[in-house]
């Protein structure tokens, strides 16, 4: 390869495309038995069909390739699982709202005929997320794509039905649920957003029936007292003990209310006496199952009124008839006080809609036998939180774990396996034949399944193993799980998380492991070892992104303006583990110019061994060991350092420092200074079999670089890697990851170098303040003090071997001296000096620049920044001033003030350095 086919400034979009095409084509992500190798698999947490790229799932999915390319290149045999989840309520709500511009509802449709729309508008838009996932570059096994609803896994979900309903641990009865009007479906707890609201309080009189008495109750839901079939006390509040098996009126209907007690009651709250409405409450439901309350329901399912509430209430909207009530109450002598209250208040997670607490038929799921087992691999380690905080947030959630209301009273999605005969009666069952056959009908008896479908997480937690073909049989599942990493938001550690371990734990037992034997042990049960939980992406304000506050970039957008690498890398450089990432676009110029620099290095290197070699093919495969020198052991140490410590961070989820570590290694030890260092080797006078060892061992270093880079940066590294030598076909992707090797590792390497870099540094700094040119030749006195100093000054090969460097970077010639720290040393006269690690560095000026022109320029400038130092301080001693202005304008000014003190003082010791 030549360096012509390296354009002169980096293009991501020349690259990404085709190189992302050359992958797919060639099948480079795809993971498949291998019994010689340790598999490493992960499941993409399953984006909604309705979703489009965000930046959350841009962190997300770029942490998840980082350690799925990392493992490939390692050896490991790894599988990354991609599909998408039908998203039940949202795919529909999409669907609905496309019907109802053309004026259509779901109903005017019928299920059959709206169920295919929603395929339809699946095939049209549910890949959308897919497509854009591409362009980020990630490296899923995307001959293994599935989706929620694909036949295997539906086959999936019934069977679980069914097992979970044989083994008695689903069941079907009243309860209140999380009842959403406008979806018209229950959701279960963790569905339901709760938001601090600003309501009311408000004081109802309760006559006590056969006495001039009432009993006054607070409630934030006057409407529900419609619903009420008795009022409570606590039995030792010494303040009610008369009323207790007393009967009360209910106002405005005139119902008669029993008076129970029970300890439930929370003495801080209201009144002492609490109204029990169990159609409309999930405490007063419990309540009312302890004292065998009636439960009267008196909404319909879109939270209107129904027939159980008085002729004039019919009908109304909850809130109107809220109104209304309230009216009456007051008019009526009922309303004792309206008093300010703020209050939690639960809202459906799709549509924002109040939730109801509503008394329905609803399938459930007993959690607290399936909850035990995964609460224990966690407590135990087998299953590991990164950071480790979400393992209290998890234990405290699964210790106090309620049954799962899993049906959901829409259309789209896994509908319930259970079927009615005629008389009520009903089986589970696979399919209509079974059910038949279960309930012992003939073929022209008719029979109805359940209208339900189940909740969408209830396929998406046997996405571990329904995934690899379960309930079938096949290596697949015995090979890949359980899975190694799971990567995902924290926000759905109970919807998804927690779910998974349980259902992975109670279907996996049985089947056949690794080693072919049926599992028994929870390290074989389990889903997969370890949790990594991304952060939250804020806006530079803080706040948390989102479509509705309009400050989230479209990474597409972001992508084509900066490159997937540059967005890649610069995620995961600002992304510790368990801290919030604060993001805006501006910010990829950090990832873009690392790609540059990177950029420009390959074409520097290949530029030379075109010079060097001529066009023939330089094999990577070792690194050669011949005209090593100072500069070749510092950077192999470093590299080697640098692997360690990289594979070190991803071992312990640290992806940030292991991106951090990158850009260290790669822009300051080997872009900054070994390039310069080789350039003067390059243009030397050594043999030219001297330069084609150095040029081949820089080659050899930047490929193991690009091959350190990869999983971050896939794109770039890919490109440059295939230009440095003939691949022969093979890909970076899968190419050996760098290996630690300790003999190459040299501490006193890496610092006697460091020391160079410092006087180089240093020297560097004395030309800019005093302008030197850069190209005009100084003298450096190296004063070799302190304990360092000391220690080189005991081998004159290694010092010189260091002047020459210092000689070469700084077009210097070196003048080294030493003495112990009691020997009197007379330094240059009219010279600039630094000190480094002890040792004493000067610079003589005398000949090299015009000493007075230099200083009358010098103080022209201290006085002018005086000058602008004494106006800022003016201003920062005016109170009128300090007190008026914004905030941002006076910290601007104090900032100028020091800035311009500190360079003001740099430049009067320029001065007294003169002499």
């Known amino acids: 390869m030549s360096v012509q086919e390296l354009s002169k400034a980096y293009n991501p979009k020349d690259v990404e495309d085709k190189w992302y095409s050359w992958w797919e084509s060639n099948h480079l992500f795809h993971g498949a038995v291998n019994r010689?190798?340790?598999?490493?698999?992960?499941?993409?947490?399953?984006?909604?069909?309705?979703?489009?790229?965000?930046?959350?799932?841009?962190?997300?999915?770029?942490?998840?390739?980082?350690?799925?390319?990392?493992?490939?290149?390692?050896?490991?045999?790894?599988?990354?699982?991609?599909?998408?989840?039908?998203?039940?309520?949202?795919?529909?709500?999409?669907?609905?709202?496309?019907?109802?511009?053309?004026?259509?509802?779901?109903?005017?449709?019928?299920?059959?005929?709206?169920?295919?729309?929603?395929?339809?508008?699946?095939?049209?838009?549910?890949?959308?997320?897919i497509r854009q996932l591409r362009k980020l570059g990630v490296s899923c096994d995307w001959e293994r794509e599935r989706f929620t609803m694909d036949e295997g896994l539906s086959n999936a979900v019934k069977e679980v039905f069914i097992r979970?309903?044989?083994?008695?641990?689903?069941?079907?009865?009243?309860?209140?649920?999380?009842?959403?009007?406008?979806?018209?479906?229950?959701?279960?707890?963790?569905?339901?957003?709760?938001?601090?609201?600003?309501?009311?309080?408000?004081?109802?009189?309760?006559?006590?029936?056969?006495?001039?008495?009432?009993?006054?109750?607070?409630?934030?839901?006057?409407?529900?007292?419609?619903?009420?079939?008795?009022?409570?006390?606590?039995?030792?509040?010494?303040?009610?003990?008369?009323?207790?098996?007393?009967?009360?009126?209910?106002?405005?209907?005139?119902?008669?209310?029993?008076?129970?007690?029970?300890?439930?009651?929370?003495?801080?709250?209201?009144?002492?006496?609490?109204?029990?409405?169990?159609?409309?409450?999930?405490?007063?439901?419990?309540?009312?199952q302890r004292h065998d309350l009636p439960q009267l329901n008196i909404f319909d399912e879109t939270a209107h009124l129904n027939a159980s509430v008085p002729k004039e209430y019919e009908g109304m909207d909850r809130f109107e008839c809220r109104t209304q009530l309230v009216k009456d109450l007051e008019a009526q002598h009922l309303l004792v006080k309206i008093e300010p209250y703020a209050h939690n208040i639960g809202k459906c997670y799709r549509c924002q809609t109040v939730i109801e607490p509503w008394l329905s038929d609803q399938w459930f799921v007993k959690m607290k036998p399936l909850a035990a087992p995964a609460l224990r691999v966690v407590h135990e380690g087998k299953v590991q939180f990164h950071p480790d905080r979400w393992t209290k947030v998890y234990e405290h959630w699964m210790t106090n774990i309620r049954d799962w209301c899993?049906?959901?009273?829409?259309?789209?999605?896994?509908?319930?396996?259970?079927?009615?005969?005629?008389?009520?009666?009903?089986?589970?069952?696979?399919?209509?034949?079974?059910?038949?056959?279960?309930?012992?009908?003939?073929?022209?008896?008719?029979?109805?399944?359940?209208?339900?479908?189940?909740?969408?997480?209830?396929?998406?937690?046997?996405?571990?193993?329904?995934?690899?073909?379960?309930?079938?049989?096949?290596?697949?599942?015995?090979?890949?799980?359980?899975?190694?990493?799971?990567?995902?938001?924290?926000?759905?550690?109970?919807?998804?998380?927690?779910?998974?371990?349980?259902?992975?734990?109670?279907?996996?037992?049985?089947?056949?492991?690794?080693?072919?034997?049926?599992?028994?042990?929870?390290?074989?049960?389990?889903?997969?070892?370890?949790?990594?939980?991304?952060?939250?992406?804020?806006?530079?304000?803080?706040?948390?992104?989102?479509?509705?506050?309009?400050?989230?970039?479209?990474?597409?957008?972001?992508?084509?303006?900066?490159?997937?690498?540059?967005?890649?890398?610069?995620?995961?450089?600002?992304?510790?583990?368990?801290?919030?990432?604060?993001?805006s676009s501006e910010k990829c110029d950090l990832g873009r110019n690392f790609a540059n620099k990177i950029w420009n290095a390959g074409r520097f290197l290949l530029m030379n061994k075109q010079e060097i070699t001529g066009d023939r093919n330089i094999a990577l495969d070792t690194m050669p060991a011949d005209h090593l020198d100072l500069a070749d052991r510092w950077i192999l140490s470093r590299l080697h350092h640098a692997i360690n410590t990289f594979n070190t961070s991803l071992e312990q989820f640290h992806v940030n420092e292991a991106t951090k570590l990158l850009y260290d290694f790669i822009w300051h030890d080997f872009c900054d200074w070994y390039v310069e260092m080789v350039k003067t080797r390059f243009y030397g006078d050594e043999p030219n079999e001297a330069k084609t060892a150095v040029v081949t061992r820089a080659l050899w270093i930047f490929d193991q670089a690009l091959?350190?880079?990869?999983?971050?940066?896939?794109?770039?590294?890919?490109?440059?890697?295939?230009?440095?030598?003939?691949?022969?076909?093979?890909?970076?992707?899968?190419?050996?990851?760098?290996?630690?090797?300790?003999?190459?590792?040299?501490?006193?390497?890496?610092?006697?170098?460091n020391f160079v870099i410092k006087i180089v540094e240093a020297v560097r700094n004395i030309r800019g303040e005093l302008n030197v040119a850069p190209s005009k030749q100084i003298e450096v006195h190296v004063h070799l003090h302190g304990e360092f100093g000391e220690k080189l000054a005991v081998n004159a090969n290694v010092v010189q071997g260091l002047l020459n460097y210092i000689d070469r970077l700084c077009k210097a010639k070196t003048v080294p001296t030493w003495a112990r720290a009691s020997e009197v040393f007379e330094r240059p006269k009219a010279s600039?000096?630094?000190?480094?690690?002890?040792?004493?560095?000067?610079?003589?000026?005398?000949?090299?620049?015009?000493?007075?022109?230099?200083?009358?320029?010098?103080?022209?400038e201290i006085a002018r920044l005086k000058g602008l130092i004494d106006g800022i301080g003016k201003k920062l001693t005016n109170a009128s001033f300090v007190e008026r202005a914004p905030k941002e304008v006076v910290d601007k000014e104090r900032e100028k003030q020091k800035n311009m003190t500190a360079t003001m003082e740099k430049l009067i010791d320029n001065v007294n350095q003169l002499g």
């Open 832 to 860: 600039a000096s630094a000190v480094i690690d002890g040792t004493e560095i000067y610079v003589p000026l005398v000949g090299i620049i015009d000493l007075d022109a230099e200083r009358k320029r010098l103080e022209k």
């Open 164 to 288: 979970l309903f044989d083994k008695g641990l689903i069941y079907r009865g009243k309860y209140i649920v999380n009842w959403c009007p406008q979806h018209q479906t229950a959701l279960s707890d963790d569905e339901v957003d709760h938001t601090e609201s600003n309501g009311n309080l408000y004081y109802i009189k309760y006559p006590i029936f056969g006495s001039e008495e009432a009993a006054i109750v607070a409630t934030t839901r006057p409407e529900t007292m419609l619903g009420d079939t008795a009022l409570c006390v606590h039995p030792k509040d010494e303040r009610f003990q008369h009323l207790i098996g007393k009967t009360a009126v209910l106002p405005i209907v005139g119902r008669k209310l029993p008076i129970i007690a029970d300890d439930y009651i929370d003495l801080s709250f209201g009144t002492g006496v609490m109204k029990v409405t169990p159609a409309h409450d999930t405490n007063d439901f419990l309540l009312s």
């Open 406 to 583: 899993i049906s959901r009273q829409i259309w789209w999605g896994h509908r319930i396996p259970v079927y009615y005969a005629p008389d009520g009666n009903y089986v589970v069952a696979r399919n209509e034949d079974e059910a038949r056959k279960k309930l012992n009908l003939a073929p022209d008896v008719p029979i109805r399944q359940d209208e339900d479908v189940l909740d969408t997480w209830f396929s998406s937690w046997l996405w571990p193993f329904s995934t690899l073909g379960w309930p079938e049989d096949n290596a697949d599942l015995h090979y890949f799980n359980p899975t190694s990493t799971l990567v995902t938001a924290p926000d759905i550690i109970f919807f998804w998380v927690a779910r998974m371990i349980m259902a992975n734990m109670e279907f996996m037992k049985g089947t056949p492991g690794r080693d072919g034997k049926p599992r028994k042990k929870d390290d074989d049960l389990i889903p997969f070892r370890d949790v990594y939980f991304t952060s939250i992406i804020r806006d530079e304000q803080g706040r948390k992104m989102s479509k509705s506050l309009g400050n989230s970039p479209d990474p597409l957008d972001v992508i084509d303006q900066y490159g997937a690498d540059a967005l890649r890398f610069t995620i995961a450089y600002l992304s510790p583990l368990g801290q919030d990432v604060m993001f």
């Open 707 to 753: 091959r350190l880079m990869h999983p971050v940066m896939p794109f770039i590294s890919e490109e440059l890697w295939q230009n440095l030598s003939d691949r022969k076909g093979q890909s970076l992707v899968r190419a050996a990851f760098p290996e630690v090797n300790e003999q190459y590792i040299n501490q006193t390497v890496e610092d006697e170098l």
């Open 36 to 129: 010689e190798k340790t598999p490493y698999a992960m499941v993409i947490p399953p984006p909604n069909i309705t979703g489009i790229l965000t930046m959350g799932h841009v962190l997300n999915n770029t942490l998840q390739d980082v350690f799925v390319r990392w493992k490939r290149m390692q050896g490991f045999e790894a599988c990354w699982i991609p599909g998408t989840d039908h998203a039940g309520i949202a795919t529909q709500n999409a669907v609905e709202k496309s019907l109802a511009k053309e004026g259509k509802h779901r109903r005017d449709l019928g299920r059959e005929k709206f169920i295919e729309l929603v395929w339809q508008w699946r095939d049209k838009y549910g890949s959308t997320i």
